[in-house]
């Protein structure tokens, strides 16, 4: 069963909470630049951790020390609250990591 999609009044809503991220279309994406190449690797097994335990995968790019995360749901077809929720906590392991914008 796919999760219910977010309207554009609930997005733009979201957007305003979640600090660096943009949406595009029926993704949301944020780039952040980690201390180092191995720290951006450890923020990414982190958020794997998390969204291994929410069944919710983020599309995860690495340049090096820049780390850009996409999040979308594939099987509703456009953003949902997992999408928020998983947001949200990329943004609290970024913090703890010290990687910024």
Known sequence: ??????TDAELTDALLELQGWTRSGD?????????SFLNGVELVRRVADIAETMNHHPDIDIRWRT????????DSGGLTALDVALAREIDRLAALAGSAD
């Not at 993704?27 to 201390?35: D, M």
């Not at 780390?67 to 594939?74: C, D, M, R, W, Y």
Request: a positive charge; proline letters at 4%.
């Open 67 to 74: 780390l850009t995360f996409a999040l979308s749901t594939h």
């Open 1 to 6: 069963m796919s999760t219910p999609l977010l």
């Open 27 to 35: 993704t949301i994406t944020r780039t952040l630049q980690a201390t």
